[in-house]
């Protein structure tokens, strides 16, 4: 987790991915500054992901539970900790699964290629009826 609020998730030994996460960054114009740390770090090269990656964010007490109906890893929080990285399948989509929780509460980052954006909606909203609060 950056200073700013940002993510910063590590994918493999040369590979990082940048999430602006704050409010005023929701398609921004600039890429924000990540550090990776360490001074023998190499300099990063970025490619921009808005074209190729539809971003989901799914939040709350239970959405691990939520999301064990589509993804085959346990992503709740004594198994999956908070700052924790998968690459994964969710409702047979390969998907990147980052866990940052929000003040406490659940939140995972669910990324997959853009073509699979309106099935994985579908998929999500279906999930989430029968965690939501009866009316």
């Not at 921004?28 to 550090?35: E, R, V």
């Not at 699964?97 to 003040?103: A, E, F, G, K």
């Amino acid at each position: 987790m950056q200073p700013d609020g940002h993510v910063l998730a590590r994918l493999g030994p040369s590979e990082y991915l940048g999430l602006a996460c704050t409010p005023d960054a929701v398609h921004p114009a600039g890429l924000p500054a990540f550090s990776v740390g360490g001074d023998n770090e190499p300099g990063l090269c970025p490619v921009p992901r808005f074209d190729a990656n539809a971003w989901f964010v799914v939040v709350g007490s239970r959405a691990a539970e939520m999301l064990a109906k589509i993804c085959g890893v346990d992503l709740r929080a004594k198994t999956f900790a908070d700052a924790t990285v998968a690459q994964t399948i969710v409702a047979r989509a390969s998907a990147i699964v980052i866990r940052d929780d929000l003040d406490g509460v659940l939140r995972y980052h669910l990324l997959v290629d853009r073509t699979m954006s309106a099935y994985l909606w579908d998929v999500l909203r279906d999930a989430m009826t029968e965690f939501s609060p009866q009316k």
